[in-house]
């Protein structure tokens, strides 16, 4: 009897899901940006989740650089273990592989999806006391300033650099791109008057536009964004039809990643995005809950590269 019972504990131990069996070690979760913009946020989500669901160590590391670049790098060299993740954000996954100036690094051909988290609304913003007020005021003094207006970004080529590119080349608007490592960095810049404009996420404008430190000048998509339904569009402040859409984050795995492994992960952040009190601590990101799972995510991704792959090859390189 005793070796019956021995037997279907090993054969139930062997059912079990990898993600509960396998390495004990901590999973980690990097995140490619400094800490306090969106993708930082939502990654901590998901990492507290994510421990208490698997009942093990998640951690978040914070690997900026090459405008969201350089974690998805360090990631595609990871062991395919499902042990160590990474989030992504739009630019560094669709668009910056088709830039001129591109290392060759694809995420989408080298990382495996393992689910789409949120969509995060753009905003651009000025220092609430020096800075314009209004869209149409923001282009009139680009206009009329030697040079033009400088606005930050959190990196050449993101999703937020290329919507006020878009807006350059509606308006005539004179703006000149500076990079920083972060949308968080380039809103600090604008409250501490060093650049007069930036192009940033929600997650951190919001909270400088509320406390009155930053205007909110337009949401660049063609819709208010939910979670901030006081800010208008760029189009409602002057230029109408403009649509510079939004941008998104998602979570990957290294390439070679087993698919169920992948599944597995998917299926547990698709209940974790639907608990109720996670998504009151989404929303207060300034964000948007929008999970795919990896199979739906991986079609965005495949179609968004082969869009901006087209229209990188009719315009002129961004500055």
């Not at 990871?78 to 989030?87: E, F, K, M, V």
């Not at 990643?257 to 974790?272: F, G, H, K, V, Y």
Request: proline share 8%.
């Amino acid at each position: 009897m005793s070796l019956r019972i021995g037997l279907l504990l090993a054969a139930l131990a062997l059912s079990e899901p990898a993600l509960a069996q396998g390495s004990q070690k901590a999973i980690q979760i990097i995140v490619p940006f400094p800490p306090g913009g969106s993708a930082d946020g939502i990654a901590r989500i998901i990492a507290t989740e994510l421990g208490d669901r698997l009942n093990r160590q998640v951690f978040v590391e914070n690997k900026p650089g090459a405008g969201g670049g350089l974690g998805l790098q360090i990631l595609s060299q990871a062991p395919p273990d499902g042990d160590t993740l990474s989030i992504g954000a739009t630019g560094a996954l669709v668009i910056n592989p088709h830039v001129p100036s591109s290392t060759g690094f694809d995420p989408v051909k080298e990382l495996a999806p393992v689910a789409k988290l949120i969509d995060i609304p753009i905003v651009l913003v000025s220092n609430a006391k020096t800075g314009p007020k209004t869209i149409k005021e923001m282009i009139a003094l680009s206009k009329s300033t030697a040079g033009g207006l400088s606005f930050g970004t959190t990196g050449a080529n993101s999703s937020q650099h290329l919507a006020i590119e878009l807006l350059k080349r509606t308006t005539g608007a004179q703006l000149v791109h500076v990079p920083y490592r972060g949308s968080a960095p380039a809103a600090m810049a604008v409250i501490g008057d060093q650049i007069p404009l930036a192009s940033v996420d929600l997650t951190s404008g919001h909270p400088h536009i509320k406390a009155g430190t930053l205007s909110g000048l337009g949401i660049t998509a063609a819709q208010r964004a939910k979670s901030a339904p006081e800010i208008p569009t760029i189009a409602e402040g002057g230029v109408p039809g403009f649509d510079g859409s939004s941008g998104y984050i998602g979570i990957f795995a290294p390439p070679g990643t087993p698919a169920q492994r992948i599944r597995l992960l998917s299926r547990e952040i698709a209940a974790i995005v639907a608990k109720p009190d996670v998504q009151t601590r989404i929303a207060l990101l300034s964000v948007e809950p929008a999970y795919a799972d990896e199979a739906a995510f991986g079609k965005l991704l495949a179609a968004d590269s082969a869009k901006w792959r087209e229209l990188f090859k009719t315009m002129p390189a961004a500055n």
